[in-house]
């Protein structure tokens, strides 16, 4: 078949199997998890298979254990060597011991700053603080703190060392999954600690297109696809068209704070009042977890489980939870899936009966009540015939494989932007740029000019979101072009252009057309989205999008007044020799009339007023162009200006 786009990093050949033997390129796809995460590979058959530790266990728990400075010490003195972190279920066995030091799900604080988490921070055992930049950081000790990007740094390192171990060489390169619903600067952070890990990152993928990758290879299917994806912390919904090897975007939607943690910390919210619990410390509040996610685990074959714990103390505790208290306990959480779902279907532009299947991703999809969600939403039995928890990792493994030259396969994975992003224009509106669910890679412009006369510099704010006005969406960032040639208003020429790579990573630049004057920036955030923030800016646009047009035509009125004022005093000033005193003085009384119009809030009542002063100052407009025109002619022959001259 005819590949339809051909993606090359930047100062990377567009043919890696032309750079040298494409035979020794080892490369993997990783699944970096909020709860678990897994690496896998292509095998010697062809087919792509997840990579398990030594003792035959696929699934790597996302936890990671900062020893303590008496630890160390002892520790070194033994040995004459410091005690390593610790990653995965040695590490999760010191969840209870050791909570202020021992850090699990820590995906949800990719790229997030304090600010964002202190919701969580009451219920959380982990003392934060804000790092250089933003980012929030993880106090494990006396004179240490970690970010987010150095702990996912430690859980790709030891599944890099897996692979190796496996494959039996150095790693040539990895592709690594995120959400859909991950901003730039999840994105980012995301890429930094595969490189922090020593790995080179071909691509970051989007979960969903991954799971529909593998799932589409190994059925051979055609068709469109939901791919729902509730994974340990985060939940994506996307749908997809698989056509001759061609996985399409068509949308895409999510709640980057919804998983199954949430499930858990319903549970733990359950036990701690069912065992009398009142204020549980780090130590007991990270038992109680481990505890109530057994008892998930447990329910989904299961009707009744039996609990028991010990709190920190060493105290045991009992409790029972059925089946329906579960589904009681977690309605809500499920049912919070329902608006994306629906979103994201009316984006693509279909129907549940449109779809020809619904694929089930991610550990928390064996919940029953999920299940009986997802079929209540879509209209149809989801398909589970893959392992959701390693469908992620398989679909990544065969991205990467494509990317190092060693497949022949003709793919061709076109994802999607999940908001729009454009830029403030005058009266704080937002002119979307690239809009929601565009394909990327991706390149945009647009023409802007300046708005007043003698303008040489121009603020460029790059906003992302989907309502019409600036203080409505998020600032993603600020530059200015300076160097614009003076000139009337209107008359120059600025094209803006966003490009976004492979990887959701956005560059926006800034050019004037006369003298080639250019400024650009790369959009990277100090740290994310805030914790439902992407469904709450969808929602607020569907909930309030007549209001804000109402809100957008009323400024583009108001804007339109002040250029008619500013052009009409501007001529006023030029050529008022032309208007009698009482001309001039009708002229000013008409321009009043309009700047004390144009403090109102109908628009309507405004654009009226504009077409009475069009009309009011017609006959000052005829003077000056015969005046113009006899200028320009004078001292010339009329058949000069004959067509035929």
């Known amino acids: ?378 209209g149809q039995m989801p398909l589970s015939d893959l392992d959701p928890d390693q469908v992620v990792a398989l679909g990544a493994a065969h991205q990467a494989d494509l990317l190092s030259g060693n497949s022949r396969e003709d793919l061709l994975l076109l994802d999607v932007t999940p908001l729009s992003l454009g830029l403030e224009t005058m009266g704080g509106l937002v002119e979307k740029i690239v809009p929601r669910n565009s394909p990327v890679p991706t390149a945009r412009g647009q023409e802007f000019t300046t708005f007043k006369d003698g303008q040489s510099a121009m603020a460029i704010h790059v906003l992302q979101g989907e309502r019409e006005m600036v203080d409505q969406c998020r600032s993603l960032a600020r530059f200015e072009l300076r160097g614009i040639p003076p000139m009337v208003a209107g008359a120059a020429r600025i094209k803006v252009s966003f490009q976004i790579d492979a990887d959701g990573l956005l560059t926006v630049s800034a050019v004037e057309s006369t003298t080639g004057t250019e400024q650009s920036v790369k959009v990277k955030p100090s740290y994310g989205l805030t914790d439902g923030e992407v469904e709450r800016m969808l929602r607020e646009a569907a909930e309030h999008g007549a209001d804000d047009m109402l809100e957008r035509l009323l400024s583009e009125a108001r804007i339109d007044a002040e250029r008619v004022i500013l052009a009409i005093r501007a001529a006023m000033e030029q050529d008022g020799d032309l208007l009698s005193a009482d001309e001039a003085a009708a002229i000013d009384a008409q321009l009043e009339k309009l700047i004390s119009i144009s403090a109102g809030e109908d628009h309507k009542v405004i654009k009226r007023t504009m077409e009475e002063t069009d009309k009011a100052t017609t006959f000052f407009a005829q003077r000056r162009m015969d005046r113009n025109v006899q200028q320009a002619m004078q001292g010339r022959r009329v058949d000069e200006f004959s067509p035929d001259a």
Not at 229 to 234: M, R, V, W
Request: hydrophobic share 40%.
């Open 1 to 378: 078949m005819t590949v339809l786009l051909d993606i090359a990093e930047p100062g990377e050949s567009r043919k890696p199997h032309e750079e040298g033997d494409s035979a020794s390129r080892r490369v993997v796809g990783i699944d970096l998890g909020t709860t678990y995460s897994l690496v896998a590979a292509i095998n010697t058959e062809g087919n792509p298979a997840v990579i398990p530790d030594g003792e035959g266990r696929f699934q790597l728990p996302s936890v990671v254990h900062y020893p303590r400075q008496e630890e160390t010490a002892a520790e070194s003195d033994s040995a004459g060597a410091a005690q390593p972190v610790q990653v995965g279920y040695g590490a999760r066995a010191l969840l209870s011991d050791q909570p202020q030091n021992t850090l699990a799900s820590v995906k949800r604080a990719m790229g997030r700053g304090l600010q964002d988490l202190e919701d969580q921070e009451e219920s959380s055992p982990y003392r934060m603080d804000a790092g250089e930049g933003g980012m929030v950081r993880f106090l494990v000790g006396p004179d240490r703190a970690v970010s987010p990007v150095e702990v996912s740094a430690e859980i790709l390192r030891h599944l890099k060392a897996r692979a190796e171990d496996a494959l039996g060489g150095t790693l040539y390169g990895a592709v690594i999954t995120v959400p859909a619903y991950f901003d730039e600067a999840q994105r980012q952070a995301t890429k930094d600690a595969g490189q922090l890990a020593g790995l080179k990152v071909m691509r970051l993928v989007n979960e969903p297109t991954a799971a529909a990758l593998a799932y589409g290879l190994e059925r051979k299917r055609t068709g469109i696809f939901a791919i729902f994806d509730l994974g340990g912390g985060t939940f994506d919904i996307s749908i997809l068209k698989l056509t001759d090897g061609v996985f399409q975007v068509m949308s895409t939607g999510g709640d980057a704070a919804l998983g199954g943690d949430d499930l858990d910390d319903a549970v733990v919210a359950h036990l701690l009042e069912a065992c009398a619990i009142a204020s549980p410390d780090p130590g007991t509040l990270q038992s109680v977890r481990a505890a109530a996610r057994r008892a998930k685990e447990a329910l989904t074959e299961a009707d009744e489980s039996e609990i028991t714990f010990e709190d920190s103390s060493g105290q045991a505790h009992k409790a029972h939870l059925s089946r329906e208290r579960f589904d009681a306990l977690i309605e809500s959480l499920v049912k919070k899936t329902t608006f994306p779902c629906r979103r994201a279907m009316k984006d693509a532009g279909i129907r549940p009966d449109d779809l020809n299947g619904v694929v089930l991703v991610g550990g928390s999809t064996r919940v029953p009540l999920v299940r009986t969600h997802v079929e209540k939403v879509f």
